[in-house]
């Protein structure tokens, strides 16, 4: 039997585009379009090439990322793989039964009852009546929907049709799953719950394939990923450092502070970039948890600007905009007065204590407590992928929480202890 669970050979996709002269026109120019030599507005027709040539192996047992920015052709190659839809050339190879999630519900029939559902969707996938049977009392569980299996899907909540969908992809074992932004759903508790769940199933040797726009999760989950851009493979290798050329490309296509209205301020100083380096004040476009890094906020100020008592503040907040950390110079006494007309403001974080995931900047230039010079919401990201932070080998996942604590464990005999 071959190692390889799936193969993708030269796949490309191409969709027709048709545009008209005018869509929608009145009855009159209906009228005038019959009249011979008066005919209606040409139409012409565009090919939109989705996927161009892309070829790739995925040995059974890996779980592999898929990334991209949005229109890069992830989810159409993904449907090509769960045979929705059909390559315009090119072949794929599957070798094994194939599950997917790549919309909430895909496979549901909204007249069926939860219970009648799984069982369907486990038929699709040509499991036996009794492989189902064995989990279906995990599937359940798992989707917390025991009080209403015997209602139609149909009149479930959103939520709950999400979690039953997700359950059912991924307790029915598969050789191989699709999955497709599972974790871009659901409440922060459902979340953490299917990252657990997908850890689970990539232990468990079957094959993943895993397309999000989550950074932290390809990075938690996936060995290697898989890289498009506008539908050509832009790189396959890593997940780290696909992760890192992702990264790199959206960076480039950020709005510049300069650009930003949303500021709030006198204005006498105002922070023109923001750059990610290391020590060595190399530009780096992610940090790694346990590194130490410096985070540049490049400004300029106007002419013989002098303030005393100045505070320059970083604020880190995850992605739902609960706050991590705020630090400042003042806690470090270190005083800011007479300002160069252009230089940094420098904050340099030592052996970075953050799990991996993309955290938001705030940043805020102050006179003493209430008058602000610049301050801006979200100005940048902070991309932190994994990193050995207790030189143990051992990485917390991230759904366990946003920071890493330098700690140390011992064990004391009971007798050292004053017995009352």
Not at 89 to 103: F, Q
Not at 339 to 368: D, E, Q, W
Request: proline share 4%; hydrophobic share 45%; net charge neutral.
């Amino acid at each position: 039997m071959t190692n390889i669970a799936v193969r993708v050979e030269n796949v490309s996709k191409s969709y027709t585009i048709a545009h008209e002269g005018k869509r929608y026109r009145t009855l009159r120019e209906d009228l005038i379009a019959l009249i011979p030599g008066r005919g209606s507005p040409r139409t012409t027709r565009e090919t939109f090439w989705a996927l161009r040539d892309v070829s790739f192996e995925v040995p059974r047992g890996e779980v592999m990322g898929i990334i991209g920015r949005n229109g890069a052709g992830k989810s159409t190659l993904l449907k090509i793989l769960a045979r929705i839809t059909k390559p315009t050339t090119g072949s794929i190879d599957l070798y094994g039964r194939v599950g997917s999630l790549l919309e909430v519900g895909t496979g549901f029939h909204p007249e069926l009852t939860g219970h009648e559902n799984i069982y369907l969707s486990g038929t699709i996938l040509g499991m036996r009546r009794a492989e189902i049977a064995r989990q279906f009392d995990a599937i359940v569980d798992f989707a917390e929907v025991e009080q209403f299996l015997d209602t139609p899907v149909k009149r479930y909540s959103s939520g709950m049709y999400m979690r039953l969908a997700f359950a059912v992809a991924a307790h029915l074992e598969p050789e191989i799953l699709i999955v497709d932004e599972v974790l871009a759903v659901g409440d922060a508790a459902f979340q953490k719950k299917s990252l657990g769940k997908m850890g689970d199933v990539a232990k468990s040797g079957r094959t993943v394939l895993f397309v999000s726009h989550n950074m932290a999760a390809v990075e938690a989950l996936c060995s290697r990923a898989l890289l498009l851009e506008r539908g050509r493979t832009a790189f396959l290798g890593a997940a780290s450092e696909a992760i890192g050329r992702y990264l790199t490309h959206n960076a480039a296509m950020m709005v510049s502070l300069e650009q930003r209205l949303d500021r709030v301020g006198t204005g006498e100083v105002r922070v023109i970039g923001i750059q990610l380096c290391d020590v060595a004040g190399n530009r780096i476009e992610a940090a790694t948890s346990g590194q130490d890094i410096e985070v540049h906020f490049l400004y300029e100020a106007q002419p013989d600007f002098f303030r005393r008592n100045l505070r320059f503040s970083l604020l880190l907040k995850t992605a739902s905009d609960m706050p991590v950390f705020l630090h400042h110079n003042r806690l470090t006494r270190e005083p800011f007065d007479h300002l160069p007309p252009k230089g940094a403001f420098v904050c340099r974080i030592h052996n970075l204590p953050l799990s991996a995931n993309v955290f938001k900047i705030t940043y805020s230039l102050m006179i003493g407590e209430e008058s602000y010079i610049d301050y801006l919401e979200h100005a940048a990201d902070l991309t932190v992928i994994a990193g050995d932070f207790f030189g143990s080998g051992e990485i917390p996942p991230p759904a366990f929480g946003p920071l890493l604590v330098a700690a140390n464990w011992s064990l004391v005999a009971e007798d050292v202890y004053a017995r009352p």
